[in-house]
């Protein structure tokens, strides 16, 4: 499928989403310019993701398991790992009403997909049935070192 027949399949709504999404990680890596050291090197800060819907109040909150299950999908792509084993995802708080707190980082603060892989990983674990509001913050403390990654990830890395 080419990219303008894709873009045919969008809706207004997700239009909305991804101008959305796309304007603040505009406005958060201008503040990272505005606050870069004499080597231009400051990470960008301040990146909020958001996905998902309240949930009615009937409704059932989802397991732990199945978010991080959801997670795993995403995947870096320069590096063939899910962003959960590569040690990625710091924290994931589930509030009583199925919303979804999630801070995670990046190996590097100048990765190039910043913006995307908080947003996939907003939209993965929004899919997941029970989960309400998703909001990935994009953190930098403590910086990421390979030794967060799980055990079988480093052996998929050889780094055992």
Same mark, same amino acid.
């Given at each position: 499928?080419?990219? +303008? =027949?894709?873009?045919?399949?969008?809706?207004? %709504?997700?239009?909305?989403?991804?101008?959305?999404?796309e304007s603040r990680l505009l406005?958060?890596?201008?503040?990272?310019? %505005? =606050? /870069?050291?004499?080597?231009?090197?400051?990470? @960008?800060?301040?990146?909020?993701?958001?996905?998902?819907?309240?949930?009615? /109040?009937?409704? %059932?909150?989802?397991?732990?398991?199945?978010?991080?299950?959801?997670?795993?999908?995403?995947?870096? *792509?320069?590096?063939?790992?899910?962003?959960?084993?590569?040690?990625?995802?710091?924290?994931?708080?589930?509030?009583? =009403?199925?919303? @979804?707190?999630?801070d995670m980082t990046l190996t /590097?603060?100048?990765?190039?997909?910043?913006?995307?892989? *908080?947003?996939?990983?907003?939209? /993965?674990?929004?899919?997941?049935?029970?989960?309400?509001?998703? +909001?990935?913050?994009?953190?930098?403390? *403590?910086?990421?070192?390979?030794?967060?990654?799980?055990?079988?990830?480093? %052996?998929?890395? +050889? @780094?055992?």
């Open positions: 499928m080419n990219i +303008e =027949n894709e873009n045919e399949n969008i809706t207004d %709504e997700e239009e909305k989403i991804i101008g959305a999404t406005q958060a890596m201008a503040m990272a310019d %505005e =606050n /870069a050291d004499d080597a231009g090197t400051m990470p @960008l800060q301040d990146f909020i993701a958001y996905a998902g819907k309240e949930l009615s /109040a009937e409704s %059932e909150k989802a397991k732990m398991y199945d978010i991080i299950q959801a997670i795993r999908t995403v995947s870096d *792509p320069e590096i063939p790992l899910n962003v959960y084993d590569m040690g990625l995802i710091y924290k994931i708080n589930q509030t009583d =009403n199925g919303d @979804l707190f999630i /590097a603060p100048t990765c190039p997909i910043a913006g995307v892989l *908080p947003q996939q990983v907003a939209d /993965a674990a929004a899919a997941v049935s029970g989960v309400g509001k998703v +909001e990935v913050k994009l953190i930098w403390e *403590p910086a990421w070192t390979p030794d967060r990654m799980t055990d079988e990830a480093k %052996e998929m890395l +050889e @780094l055992l």
